[in-house]
Nanobody, 127 residues
């Protein structure tokens, strides 16, 4: 399984971005996986943003991201999207996607580690 993020960039405060997490090498275990987006701001620990169930599309959002972040998936292409609206300077950071087979979205951010990770995409928000 490989995950590849894209869509990051430099954007002004108030703007929007849509990040993509493209998966490849998915096998049967990934049918029941949760795929999540995480971010790491400079000097801070990595935090969960939102995650989604591959099987039924159930979503879970961290309290800090409810309202401006929307996660979605395209089963046909194995892509998970993260739409970020009204970007704020504090949204600056490296954004990663991760996947865990046989994982419930409500539990994913409680796990100390995750099985598959992408390389990340940088989001920089300017004033």
């Amino acid at each position: 399984v490989q995950l590849a993020e894209s869509g990051g960039g430099l954007v002004q405060s108030g703007g929007s971005l849509r990040l993509s997490c493209a998966g490849s090498g998915f096998d049967w275990e990934m049918q029941y996986a949760a795929i999540g987006w995480f971010r790491q701001a400079p000097g801070k620990t990595r935090e969960g943003v939102a995650c989604i169930s591959v099987n039924d599309g159930r979503t879970y959002y961290a309290d800090s991201t409810k309202g401006r972040f929307t996660i979605s998936r395209d089963i046909a292409t194995n892509v998970v999207y993260l739409q970020i609206d009204n970007l704020q300077i504090e949204d600056t950071g490296e954004y990663f996607c991760a996947a865990d087979p046989f994982m419930d979205t409500a539990r994913m951010f409680l796990m100390p580690s995750h099985k598959y990770w992408g390389q990340g995409t940088q989001v920089t928000v300017s004033s």
